[in-house]
Nanobody
Framework: QVQLVESGGGLVQAGDSLRLSCAASARTNSRYAMGWFRQAQGREREFVAGISRSGFSTYYVDSVKGRFTISRDNAKNTVYLQMNSLKPEDTAVYYC???????????????WGQGTQVTVSS
């Protein structure tokens, strides 16, 4: 089971940018697809973005397309989520996750980090 630790969350204003990082405890490049989920208060967890093992293929939920970019550095066992043009509705706890299956099916993700809070003020 891979251990995941997120960082980079914080309080920003609408229109600002943030970059989240997720450090993995184990070598991830050939074993896991990676993804980011978020959960706003009182709502279900939402699959935001996924990236394949190679990094060549990505998935985004419609609400973040064109604003968020997921990437990975396999040499550093780290996954990133660059978030631009942030909106108040992006406010949530963001979780990094690892998948032994696909990068685009939320059901395949089985290892989770502890989460990092992102708050966007209007």
């Amino acid at each position: 089971q891979v251990q995941l630790v997120e960082s980079g969350g914080g309080l920003v204003q609408a229109g600002d940018s943030l970059r989240l990082s997720c450090a993995a405890s184990a070598r991830t490049n050939s074993r896991y697809a990676m993804g980011w989920f978020r959960q706003a208060q009182g709502r279900e967890r939402e699959f935001v973005a996924g990236i394949s093992r190679s990094g060549f293929s990505t998935y985004y939920v419609d609400s973040v397309k064109g604003r968020f970019t997921i990437s990975r550095d396999n040499a550093k066992n780290t996954v990133y989520l660059q978030m631009n043009s942030l909106k108040p509705e992006d406010t949530a706890v963001y979780y990094c996750a690892a998948s032994g299956g696909t990068y685009y099916s939320s059901a395949d993700f089985s290892s989770w980090g502890q989460g990092t809070q992102v708050t966007v003020s209007s």
